[in-house]
């Protein structure tokens, strides 16, 4: 595709037509190998504009921003077939909305308040019923199905609990012994199947939800530390001053947001930004072969045999992957990252004609103990009604299936067929909503290795990686969904990190 000449310093691209680096007196090139959505394309946006930097992104498919991937039909109707609201909360969730007002996004944010029924209503599906989860005081001091008391009970007889002593645990064994095992075995195993589509037996609460974990070992109640967070304003981390589109959101209480071109757009608008700035070399279908340590950084081969060489290296791609890339000294490096799983996750989008929903709400979640498979349904008319296609009303639905429970539910995910999905979504979408209707549109997905699991000593095993990059000085960054956090928001905030880190803003 491309030949790095150093004595030139000059890159040929694919039509081998020359283009000059212009390097300045202390160049730092960087080399971002890409398969997904990063804060690394965000933070290129704002590190290129520092003089000595060069920036080279290197991904290895034909198109930018890995799991957000929307289909938008003609008649108006749109898809997505990955991340769909993000959630406006905290400095991740503000450095987005500030990156939205950079890439002059406003105008296409979908905003869903806190007051919106969307917001305010969602649903369990346990015992073969649905059941609204509690979402104002009287559903909190009350007995509401499926549980067999007040909530409140439980979150009172917190405070009094001895605080656990272990470095980490499972999310299950923390609320069990926190919050009883009624939550653990309804709520919080349906919130770890909605969230990461993993066994919350198996992930860990210091990485998956640091926030509880923090609040015990600071407070030893998960009830005081978060009420004490709160009066003390205890966010910690890379600051980040609010746009006025992040005050906005603050101001009208958005509960989550997404874009009327579907969330595609947010990587495709950044990818067109980033190749207009002037340090930023963009390549696509450009896939890696292997890293190799060369004096003063990195030399990296390209599948098609070509070669780069580059200062430091941000890497993006999943942990597994970046494993088959290292050099077999780094084969302690490897081993740590191999270790860290994944899980697959099937995707259905139906369409239908009319109103057909029985309830109204964001979607519902399904316990491990009602149904393997299934992890949830996701009602998409009702948060974005503006994504439905224009003229007679449709509801638009979507099932996630699979995650931990994958290959158990329907064998290896690249011999699955597609049939087999829509056939299995059509009869939950019957048992569950009554919804009888053929769809008038569907496509099923296989999203293979798609969500990172965060098990038990997770962040153990984070400390030893960073550290031995840190003891044999090598000019790489970890970056992306494997290591500090599965959304949209925390992926782009990690990018943000590194490279802020890189730039000495940090």
């Known amino acids: 595709k491309f030949h790095y000449k150093e004595q030139e310093e000059t890159v040929l691209n694919a039509e081998g037509c020359s283009r000059a680096w212009r390097w300045d007196r202390r160049p730092l090139r960087l080399l971002l190998p890409q398969q997904e959505l990063t804060g690394l394309q965000a933070k290129c946006l704002q590190s290129c504009n520092i003089a000595e930097e060069t920036v080279v992104l290197l991904e290895a498919t034909g198109r930018c921003g890995g799991w957000l991937r929307s289909t938008r039909r003609e008649d108006g109707a749109v898809f997505e077939h990955g991340p769909r609201g993000v959630r406006p909360f905290g400095p991740a969730g503000q450095n987005t909305l500030n990156m939205l007002s950079e890439l002059g996004l406003e105008r296409e944010i979908l905003a869903v308040p806190h007051d919106h029924v969307a917001s305010k209503n969602r649903f369990l599906y346990v015992n073969g019923q649905l059941h609204r989860m509690p979402s104002s005081l009287s559903g909190v001091v009350h007995t509401v199905p499926p549980f067999s008391r007040p909530i409140i009970l439980s979150v009172l007889k917190e405070v009094l609990v001895s605080k656990g002593k272990q470095e980490d645990e499972c999310v299950h064994a923390f609320v069990s012994r926190r919050l009883g095992s009624e939550l653990a075995d309804i709520a919080i195993d349906s919130v770890c199947r909605g969230v990461f589509a993993g066994d919350s037996r198996q992930l860990s609460v210091r990485s998956c939800f640091h926030s509880l974990y923090s609040a015990e070992q ?197 011999e699955v067929k597609e049939q087999v999905l829509l056939d299995r979504a059509s009869r939950v979408l019957r048992s569950h909503l009554g919804i009888t209707a053929t769809p008038s549109w569907s496509k099923a997905a296989v999203l293979k290795n798609c969500i990172p699991q965060y098990h038990v000593g997770h962040w153990k095993r984070l400390e030893m990686m960073r550290r031995y990059i840190s003891d044999h000085g090598l000019p790489l960054t970890l970056t992306g969904a494997s290591y500090d956090g599965v959304s949209v928001s925390d992926v782009m905030f990690s990018g943000r990190v590194a490279a802020e880190c890189l730039t000495g803003k940090a």
């Open 218 to 414: 600071a407070w030893g109640s998960v009830l005081l530390g978060m009420l004490m967070g709160k009066l003390m304003g205890s966010e910690k981390g890379l600051p980040v001053v609010p746009s006025e589109l992040a005050q906005r959101a603050q101001k009208e209480r958005w509960a989550q947001w997404s874009l009327r071109r579907g969330m595609q757009a947010l990587p495709e608008t950044l990818h067109e930004v980033l190749r207009g700035k002037e340090r930023v070399e963009v390549h696509q279908n450009t896939p890696v072969k292997s890293l190799s340590r060369k004096p003063g950084g990195w030399e990296i081969k390209l599948e098609d045999g070509a070669t780069l060489k580059v200062d430091h290296v941000i890497s993006a791609v999943p942990a597994s992957a970046l494993a088959l890339l290292l050099p077999p000294a780094a084969h302690s490096l490897s081993e740590q990252l191999r270790a860290i799983p994944t899980v697959t996750v099937a995707m259905v989008n139906l369409e239908f004609e009319g109103s057909v929903l029985p309830v109204k709400g964001f979607g519902h979640l399904v316990p491990s103990s009602e149904d393997l498979g299934l992890l949830g349904v996701v009602y998409d008319s009702v948060p974005f009604p503006q994504h439905n296609r224009r003229g007679d009303p449709t509801t638009r639905l979507t099932v996630m299936m699979g995650g931990a429970w994958f290959e158990e539910t329907f064998g290896h995910p690249g």
